[in-house]
């Protein structure tokens, strides 16, 4: 085994047990989450609030998909359907759900 397997087995369990947390607690988190922005914000005097919402919001994500779990046990974290990491798959909900029936009609 390597230095990475390793290690991810002996975080598994770790990761168990945090994802259980933040599903009791993701209400505490996200208030914790936002008071601490708002202070951080406030002491900054703004200068950095949209850099201060992007991370929130990124922290507020990772602990969703941390607290949220699939059907088969594995932590939640993949993708919509339909979707990619870049946007919307071709035929995908975001483009009226069903793909072309042929090449465009010619002009």
């Not at 085994?1 to 209400?27: C, E, F, I, R, T």
Request: overall charge positive; glycine content about 20%; hydrophobic content about 25%.
């Amino acid at each position: 085994m390597g230095l990475l397997d390793n290690l991810k087995a002996k975080l598994g369990p770790a990761k168990g047990k945090v994802s259980d947390l933040a599903q009791q607690h993701g209400d505490k988190i996200d208030r914790g989450l936002d008071k601490v922005a708002k202070t951080v914000d406030e002491r900054t005097k703004g200068k950095y609030s949209d850099r201060i919402q992007t991370g929130t919001g990124k922290a507020k994500g990772a602990m969703d998909r941390l607290a949220h779990k699939d059907a088969d046990g594995m932590s939640g974290g993949g993708h919509t359907p339909g979707t990619t990491p870049g946007g919307p798959t071709p035929g995908g909900p975001a483009s009226g759900g069903t793909p072309p029936a042929g090449p465009p009609p010619a002009s």
